[in-house]
């Protein structure tokens, strides 16, 4: 988390903040990959950046459902723990989608 707290407030609001950005994200990596299939992928980067834009996509909706279930369980001392996890999936998947973005744009130079 961008902050080490404790409060409860504080995590569900970072919480919600995730949830609409992993959707967004993930929504993007799908749109991402749909747009490079339209060109056939003939190097091994492409078809690699293609894999990395459909993992972090999944990466970012398994983050959406964690945060479903870390919501129901807000006020159980384990939240801070969820929230870490959550967290770290998170900047995975964001990691692997920048990482793509950077090999698509060497793929198309």
């Known amino acids: 988390?961008?902050?080490?707290?404790?409060?409860?407030?504080?995590?569900?609001e970072i919480l919600l903040a995730l949830l609409s950005n992993s959707g967004t994200l993930a929504g993007i990596s799908l749109a991402l990959v749909g747009i490079l299939n339209l060109k056939p992928l003939t190097s091994k980067l492409?078809?690699?950046?293609d894999d990395l834009f459909l993992f972090s996509a999944l990466g970012f909706v398994v983050v959406c459902?964690?945060?479903f279930?870390?919501?129901?369980l807000i006020h159980t001392p384990r939240i801070?723990?969820?929230?870490?996890?959550i967290d770290f999936l998170f900047l995975g998947s964001l990691t692997m989608q920048v990482i793509a973005g950077?090999?698509?744009?060497?793929?198309?130079i």
Not at 46 to 49: D, T
Not at 69 to 72: L, T
Not at 102 to 108: A, D, H, P, S
């Open 46 to 49: 492409g078809v690699f950046a």
């Open 65 to 67: 459902y964690l945060i």
């Open 1 to 12: 988390m961008l902050k080490n707290t404790n409060d409860i407030n504080d995590i569900r």
């Open 69 to 72: 279930f870390a919501i129901r």
């Open 80 to 85: 801070v723990y969820w929230a870490r996890v």
């Open 102 to 108: 950077f090999l698509t744009v060497y793929t198309f």
